[in-house]
């Protein structure tokens, strides 16, 4: 029997997390590629009538941050305070994020599970205590191989770089507590080869299974030259290395260990979105810890692409000083939201432009979509005194549109929940906002006006009346990825009185054609994507 709503709802939630940042600067554009992404499927499984839990949060401990604290003279604890609530918090609000819990790797709920979770893999014999020497890089916070490190140029001459980086790495030799990590690379194999979907996309994939295949190293989980982390609970003189803290926070946040009836409801996840640059901690380490304590392992590892500045990953020493904010205080949040989403095949790298931002934003979102509301909301109001008409001539060009969104509303729910192909998904509801424009253009309804005959009338009102229900599909569709404007539309068509709350409206029933009556009043509404200021000089 097919699970009902209710059923759903009791059941497990659809469990989404993003990677949780380091505070040792202020978001960018990167990391709100990311979470972005996470909202905009959080958003969509939701307004598939799912239960949705949608989890971001920061991580706080290791060198990298305690070195960030000092050079700013402060506590890495007054650091991570000041950053959290001045930079992250606030840019998650400014972008319409609707995460449903927020983790800080300080907090009480986090640092003693996770030195539970140690303790437990500690007395099941899968931790040891040993030495290591090898090259570590702190931006990544790992221990490199040596094979995978760059040779330094000019001021690095001589030096060996991290690929990532491409910062010399430092040497550090210590006495360590070890995972078994060895132990488990037939397992993971094993769990790659049942789970085709597991790591995706397929580039990420074969990356992973390559690496694994190789045979994996014990991993060094303690760290003795430093205090900034959760200490080891049966040897104090150690903390936990800070990656082993930071993936244990998709646990920790869920109630492992402390509200059981959560933690069944929504652990295991059913996406971890990451960086590629961090896909092997999730797709390796993770999966392995949870083998190792006996718990249940995601359902996907979905690595994102990195977005390039100069043909390198875009990070905090070379954002060309463009922050988020710069690009909605010119483009809108909405835009922001779906620019990137938009341009960058979910899974490659991309590159961002202000042109390329600029010019999609005039032709897909002002003249397409904004203008296509706005022309249609003037029409209601001009020819029926903006009550929408009941479609009483349809005829094959409206069998052509309602066929249209059916195809549309089918793709993007498929590309979109089930893919995480965000630009396929968007591109589908796009070509029916095309579709819907041609449609205007051949029907010619300005024409039609002049017809007073009943016949010329009847055709008039289903014609507006189609394009009405076409923009009411739209704005459901789009909500997950500009929810402010969906807002605007759903508000100018009349929607929240005759249908409800925007967020309610399932994309199941979006192609369900018809759902919004006749009669609802049609207002021209604020202006979807207004004309572009000057681009700002710097
Ligand atoms: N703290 C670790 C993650 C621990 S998760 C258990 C970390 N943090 S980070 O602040 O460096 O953020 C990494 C994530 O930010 C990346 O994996 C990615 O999701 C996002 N991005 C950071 N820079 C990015 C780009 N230039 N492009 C796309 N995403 C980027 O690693």
Redesign the pocket.
């Known amino acids: 029997m097919a699970a009902t709503g209710s059923e759903k709802q009791g059941g497990k939630a659809f469990y989404v997390t ?5 505070v040792n600067d202020a978001p ?4 709100a ?2 979470t972005v992404a996470g909202d905009v499927l959080s958003r969509w499984h939701r307004q598939r009538g799912e239960k949705v839990w949608y989890l971001t949060g920061t ?1 706080e401990h290791g060198q990298k941050i305690m070195r960030t604290a000092n050079a700013n003279g402060v506590s890495p604890q007054e650091w991570c305070d000041k950053l959290v609530e001045e930079a992250w918090k606030p840019l998650w609000e400014h972008l319409e994020i609707a995460n449903d819990d927020f983790i800080r790797t300080t907090q009480k709920r986090h640092t003693d599970r996770v030195q539970e979770f140690v303790q437990d893999l500690y007395d099941k014999n899968e931790i040891y205590k040993s030495s290591y020497e090898g090259p570590y890089c702190v931006g990544c916070e790992e221990y490199k191989l040596p094979g995978e490190l760059l040779d330094g140029e000019g001021e690095y001459a001589g030096q060996k770089l991290c690929p990532i980086h491409k910062k010399p790495v430092e040497l550090l030799q210590e006495e360590n507590y070890f995972f078994k990590l060895s132990e488990y690379t037939e397992k993971l194999l094993a769990h790659y080869e049942a789970n085709p979907d597991f790591i995706q996309p397929e580039s990420a994939r074969n990356e992973v299974v390559n690496f694994v295949k190789q045979g994996l190293q014990d991993l060094s989980i303690s760290r003795s030259t430093f205090d900034w982390g959760i200490p080891i609970p049966w040897d104090d003189k150690h903390v936990i290395y800070v ?1 082993i803290d ?2 244990l ?2 646990a920790t946040a869920v109630g492992y260990n402390e509200n059981p009836e959560k933690f069944e409801s929504t652990f295991p996840a059913d996406v971890h ?6 896909l092997r ?2 797709a390796i380490i993770w999966p392995a810890m949870l083998m190792a304590n006996g718990l249940p392992l995601p359902g996907r590892i979905a690595a ?5 500045v100069g043909g390198e ?3 905090k020493s070379n954002l060309t000083g463009i922050k988020p904010q710069d690009l909605t205080s010119h483009f809108g949040v909405d835009a922001y939201r779906w620019y990137f989403l938009r341009a960058i095949a979910f899974g490659q790298d991309g590159s961002f432009s202000w042109e390329d931002f600029s010019a999609r934003y005039t032709s897909e979102l002002a003249n397409d979509y904004g203008n296509l509301a706005s022309r249609v909301a003037a029409m209601v109001g001009k020819y029926f005194g903006g009550e929408l008409p009941a479609a009483t001539a349809d005829g094959e060009a409206e069998k052509a549109i309602h066929d249209g969104l059916a195809h549309a509303v089918a793709q993007a729910d498929r590309k979109i929940g089930d893919e995480l192909d965000f630009q396929g998904g968007i591109l589908a509801v796009f070509d029916f906002v095309k579709q819907v424009n041609g449609y205007i253009t051949e029907q010619e309804p300005w024409k039609v006006a002049k017809d007073a005959s009943a016949e010329g009338q009847a055709r008039l009102a289903t014609i507006l009346y189609t394009a009405a229900e076409s923009l009411r599909a739209v704005a459901v569709l789009l909500n997950p990825v500009m929810p402010e404007t969906s807002q605007k539309l759903w508000d100018s068509l009349g929607a929240e009185v005759s249908l409800g709350a925007l967020a309610d409206q399932q994309i199941q029933e979006a192609g369900d054609w018809g759902r919004l009556p006749a009669g609802t009043t049609v207002t021209k509404g604020a202006v979807l994507f207004p004309r572009l200021e000057e681009k700002p000089t710097a």
Request: no cysteine; hydrophobic share 40%; net charge neutral.
């Open positions: 993003t990677p949780i940042y380091y960018h554009l990167g990391h590629y990311t991580d990656w930071a993936l926070n998709y979105l990451v960086g590629k640059d961090i901690f999730h994102n692409g990195w977005l390039m990953k875009m990070s």
